[in-house]
């Protein structure tokens, strides 16, 4: 049996020692393993031994063999020394640590890795692993320097928070800081340093942007400035920088709104629609936009007035296009809806008939009691009704104007008199007025002037001196008074050259002629002037009447013809004054003495303007 086990060893001798080794260290171990229990059987033990002693055999048979297995163990046990030698401690797993049974080391260790971490939750929660400690624990005194450490690290934390601008946040880290240590002591006191200097600068923010409403960027950046002397870092850049740029943008919006308001003042649609450009483009969220709206308001109400005047001068065309470019934000609505309907209405008045006038009214009206231009759209009604009214007037002047009775150009007078100026016919019934006064001053005056003509034809210088005073009745103002003007100095040069050929046929030839005439017309002038004086000193229309005729003999050449004209122009007044003061009582009475005024006189043209006002009180 001995042989037949060894067998297998001869026929491996080729393998190499360490394999044999190997192989043979672990029959031994096989062996050994298969080595029975005493109870088990003598033979079993009998052939386990057997192997054992086989194995043996082999080894010392072997010296190599036992060399190599001799260095394997010394290696394997050097490498296992150096191992536990240099293996280091294993890192405690901290969050599944049962911490009633922790070690004060291992807690310490523990909530120095927490506060490694640095924020408020890690710190509390390293204090609160180490806090309860016993003063008598050799790790006692280590701790509590820790938990003080630690309390001023949050509190620390808490400054940070309220430098970066977070206020709120700063006071709720602050008050978790433990009472333990010194550090919670100082916790009220610095959140009441930081609300205010938090107070402080928002209400220099608040005053900056107030000033910006109110248009005053410069007051803005004053207060701003003021922001740079804050303690605390987030005011001074992150706020300051924040209305800084809030100011540069506003301040351009103010300078929008200024320009704006003076292009408004300046008044033109032109200025109007640059103005609302200007407005339009200042955003919602600046902080004039308020300003810029209530200057909007301000252009649509002047644009508004601007279409008004267009109406009330009839021109729809100017109104509706100034009111369909006033903006949205004037408010104004309502406003344009009920001009495009006057509008509507004016234009239906064009051709001035009876029948336009009351299609324009039946439009106006229907501009209800509750809309915002019910009164202008009321006062127009009445207007148009009046110029209805003036209408009528003018068409019966116009029939009337066709006849050659004084009577009747006189009533045509009249009747367009009564024509409105701010109607739009009034132009046409003046012309009418003119036409007809031209006619019927035609009438009155040409008899005069022909009379003048056939009297100056005489030749002689009494004919010439009173052709001179009948045209001297006809006023410069009236139709014919240029040309009646123009023959009585045509007349007054005649009788001049008469008069200077009477002077010197009067003085003998060989002696100078002395110059005799004038005293004796200045003498004779004298004369008169006394006389009318007199006369007109009895207070009465009569002896002024008198008076006036006596001074008007005075002849044209005279010297004193300038001062009985002043006379003449004298007592014409009294007998204005006179009609003027009796006219209330009794025009008839008035009338007859503003006629006895002469042509020529300085209150003829007053008289005959008053003559037509007091008859048509008597035909009242």
Request: glycine share 4%; aromatic share 4%; charged share 25%.
């Amino acid at each position: 049996m001995t042989r037949e086990r060894g067998i297998p060893n001869r026929r491996n001798r080729k393998s190499s020692p360490s394999h044999r080794s190997v192989a043979a260290s672990s029959r031994s171990t096989q062996a050994v393993q298969e080595l029975p229990s005493p109870k088990e059987s003598p033979t079993k033990l009998a052939a386990v031994l057997d192997r054992l002693n086989q194995a043996r055999t082999w080894l010392f048979s072997d010296w190599r063999a036992m060399i190599a297995l001799s260095l394997a163990i010394t290696g394997g046990t050097t490498a296992l020394s150096l191992a536990f030698l240099f293996k280091l401690p294993a890192v405690p797993n901290c969050p599944s640590i049962f911490w009633p049974l922790a070690s004060a080391s291992l807690r310490l260790h523990c909530a120095q890795l927490a506060a490694n971490k640095r924020t408020p939750n890690d710190l509390l929660e390293a204090i609160e692993l180490v806090k309860n400690l016993p003063s008598d624990h050799p790790l006692y005194a280590e701790a509590t320097r820790l938990i003080e450490a630690w309390a001023q690290e949050i509190l620390d934390l808490s400054e940070e928070s309220f430098q970066a601008g977070k206020l709120d946040a700063a006071i709720k880290t602050a008050r978790r800081v433990p009472r333990v240590g010194t550090a919670h002591t100082q916790v009220e006191e610095r959140i009441k340093k930081w609300q205010s200097i938090w107070s402080s600068a928002e209400t220099l923010y608040r005053k900056a942007e107030e000033a910006l409403r109110q248009q005053n960027w410069r007051l803005a950046m004053t207060e701003a400035g003021r922001l740079l002397s804050i303690d605390n870092t987030f005011w001074q850049t992150t706020k300051y920088q924040e209305i800084s740029g809030i100011i540069a943008a506003t301040r351009d919006d103010i300078s929008k709104i200024t320009k704006a308001k003076s292009l408004i003042e300046s008044g033109g649609i032109q200025n109007f629609q640059e103005a609302i450009k200007l407005l339009a483009s200042i955003n919602n969220k600046s902080y004039v936009y308020q300003g810029a709206q209530e200057t909007l308001v301000d252009a649509g109400k002047k644009m508004l007035a601007l279409a008004d005047a267009a109406l009330d001068r009839r021109d729809t065309t100017a109104a509706l296009d100034i009111i369909r470019q006033i903006p949205e934000a004037a408010n104004l609505k309502q406003e344009i809806e009920d001009y495009e309907t006057l509008a509507s209405a004016i234009n239906r008045i064009g051709n001035g008939l009876p029948e336009d006038y009351d299609a324009a009214t039946a439009q106006a009206q229907k501009i209800g009691a509750d809309r915002p231009t019910f009164g202008k759209a009321q006062r127009l009604i009445a207007r148009w009704q009046a110029e209805k009214g003036d209408m009528a007037q003018l068409n019966r002047a116009q029939q009337l104007a066709q006849s050659n009775r004084p009577e009747d150009l006189q009533a045509a007078i009249d009747a367009a008199s009564q024509v409105s100026s701010s109607n739009p016919k009034s132009r046409e019934a003046r012309q009418l007025i003119q036409r007809v006064t031209s006619e019927m001053q035609n009438q009155e005056d040409r008899p005069l002037i022909q009379q003048a003509e056939q009297i100056a034809s005489r030749g002689d210088a009494g004919s010439l001196q009173q052709a001179i005073y009948l045209l001297g009745r006809i006023s410069s103002r009236r139709s014919l008074g240029a040309e009646a003007a123009d023959k009585r100095g045509q007349y007054a040069q005649q009788l001049q050259a008469i008069r200077d050929r009477e002077q010197a046929l009067a003085q003998p030839v060989s002696s100078p002629v002395p110059d005799s005439a004038t005293p004796l017309q200045g003498g004779d002038a004298v004369l008169t002037l006394q006389k009318a004086r007199a006369a007109a000193n009895g207070g009465t229309v009569d002896s002024v009447t008198e008076g006036i005729q006596i001074a008007d003999t005075v002849p044209i050449a005279s010297p004193l013809r300038p001062e009985a004209q002043t006379l003449m122009n004298d007592l014409s007044q009294q007998l204005l004054q006179t009609a003027m003061s009796q006219a209330s009582v009794d025009p008839a009475g008035a009338i007859a003495i503003a006629q006895r005024i002469p042509l020529g006189t300085n209150a003829y043209d007053q008289a005959q303007s008053l003559i037509p006002l007091w008859q048509r009180s008597l035909r009242r």
